[in-house]
């Protein structure tokens, strides 16, 4: 049926075909060769827009037997791209990025292919806010493998008072995906406005932005602190522990005008009740305990509720004691001595207390190499440096969710195997009556044993819920479990 003269009849066709590749786990059901891609190619013109997706659904399992083949498929299926349904859009996205890693030979083809690939995309975000949250996911994954797509176009994910939440925080993720030290102002002049927005969730987000970019692209780390800054001034909670905990990231890796952003986060003590910023606080207190006035007066004021604090609160509060008496031995031996005894003595958590008998007897023992420990060169946050494992196993994650786009799969950022669930069906071959009349004896006893405990259960007085809990249990497992689907 899939070299029918009708291509209704062949999208039908292809239809059925995958989802019994589907429903067997085997995609060599559906057949593909190049014979069978040449009539799915011819019929896709004359298709309706879902019978074009079914096509194209089917196109994208061939598997090219040379790099020209590849490019061969690529040059008929691009005309798809400028189609006005995005899911035809989208499976035509999906046949290219299964086969462009194919062309192999042809460098030239594959930067024209990738060019072409920026409009149709870039169309998509005109559509209502599902499809663009879609786009943008599918986008999100289609950039980290081929950056050229977008080429740091930053301004169309620019956020619009009418998008729902949803859809702005994916636009967030697209901006600092895009950031360069180019458009660098640009992106945190907007990151800054988001970060006023009326929405809390939207707002600790525009803020966390602030901090990757800062981190994560080379020279934005001093553009991004006067804008911390300002949003620390505008003294609202929030903002402030979101600006706690980007600003001591960016500490740990530039070490830049720490004086200015730790002497306005000291003037916002009051703001901190969350235990990650109470955290970060503590611990560019203890940092940079040398050049700060009055260090020992400020972490007094968080020793005063230490046994009420989250176990991260107060693990990062002894450390941070530990670091003052390293430095300033003067100032920091009563607090030292006191935040020890608790933690040894009147703590009942295991890393608490073992942190602190560390802690002590390092001191007690030899100072100079406590120094040595506590004092030691930090490693770079987010730095990227990653074991060659794991570096393999983000490029194949990442080529797999690429061929898979448009579907579920590249939403979830998960292999559809990770979440998909198959239904077990009969083999009808080896299904005989014999087989339906054992199953069928089967499900009178459990009915009649059902009715027995019924029974039992009214004598008893019990209630008709107790009755349904001692039931017998569900059918064999010859039969679909419904709670598989």
């Known amino acids: 049926m899939t070299g029918d003269r009708n291509p209704v009849v062949v999208a039908n066709a292809v239809a059925s075909l995958l989802e019994l590749s589907e429903s067997k786990e085997d995609p060599s059901v559906l057949g593909m060769n190049s014979g069978m891609v040449e009539k799915l190619l011819a ?20 598997e090219p037997t040379s790099s020209q083949d590849a ?83 930053v301004k169309i994910f620019f956020c619009r008072y009418t998008d729902p939440i949803y859809l702005k925080i994916e636009k967030v993720d697209m901006m600092v995906r895009l950031c360069t030290s180019k458009n660098a102002e640009q992106v945190l002049s907007e990151f800054k406005e988001y970060a006023a927005d009326v929405d809390v969730d939207f707002s600790r987000k525009a803020v966390r932005a602030i901090g990757r970019v800062a981190v ?20 609202v909670n929030h903002i402030v522990q979101e600006a706690v905990v980007v600003v001591a990231d960016i500490l740990r890796k530039y070490h830049i005008e720490y004086e200015k952003a730790i002497s306005a986060l000291c003037d ?33 004021t968080f ?21 003052l008496f390293l430095k300033c031995p003067d100032v920091g031996q009563p607090m030292v001595t006191q935040v020890l005894q608790l933690c040894t003595e009147y703590s009942s958590n295991p890393d608490l207390r073992d942190r602190g008998y560390l802690y002590w007897r390092l001191l007690s023992t030899d100072p100079e190499l406590a120094k040595q420990v506590v004092l030691c060169d930090k490693p770079e946050v987010w ?58 004896l089967q499900g009178e006893d459990r ?18 819920a107790e009755a349904y809990g001692r039931r017998s249990p569900g059918p064999s497992t010859n039969t679909v479990d419904l709670l598989d689907l």
């Open 268 to 300: 916002n003590l009051e703001s901190l009740d969350q235990p990650e910023a109470k955290a970060s606080m503590i611990w560019m207190l203890g940092e940079y305990a040398e050049h700060i006035e009055n260090v020992d007066a400020v972490l007094n």
């Open 71 to 153: 490019e061969g498929v690529i040059e008929r299926v691009t005309a798809r791209l400028s189609h006005a349904n995005p899911a035809v859009v989208m499976a035509a996205v999906r046949v290219i990025m299964c086969d462009l890693d194919k062309v192999t030979e042809n460098d030239e083809f594959v930067k024209q292919v990738v060019k072409k690939l920026h409009p149709p995309l870039v169309s998509l975000l005109s559509n209502p806010p599902e499809i663009q949250y879609v786009a943008i996911r599918n986008l999100n994954l289609i950039v980290q493998k081929w950056p050229q797509v977008m080429n740091s176009d």
């Open 216 to 235: 994560e692209v080379n020279g934005v780390a001093r553009k991004a602190m006067p804008v911390l800054l300002e949003l620390i001034d505008m003294k």
């Open 43 to 62: 019929a896709l013109n004359e298709c309706t827009e879902w019978g074009q997706v079914m096509l194209l659904d089917g196109i994208a399992l061939y």
């Open 303 to 323: 020793m005063e509720f230490f046994t009420d604090e989250p176990v991260s609160v107060q693990l990062q509060l002894l450390t941070a004691i530990v670091k």
């Open 383 to 440: 730095a990227p440096v990653e074991s060659p494992y794991m570096r393999q196993y983000h490029r194949k994650l990442l080529t797999k969710l690429c061929d898979e786009t448009g579907l579920m799969s590249s939403v979830f950022y998960l292999p559809s195997e990770d979440f998909v669930t198959r239904m077990r069906v009969h083999d009808t071959d080896d299904y005989t009556g014999d087989d339906y009349q054992q199953d069928l």
């Open 447 to 464: 009915t009649e044993s059902s009715a027995q405990q019924r029974g039992a259960s009214e004598e008893d007085g019990s209630s008709s």
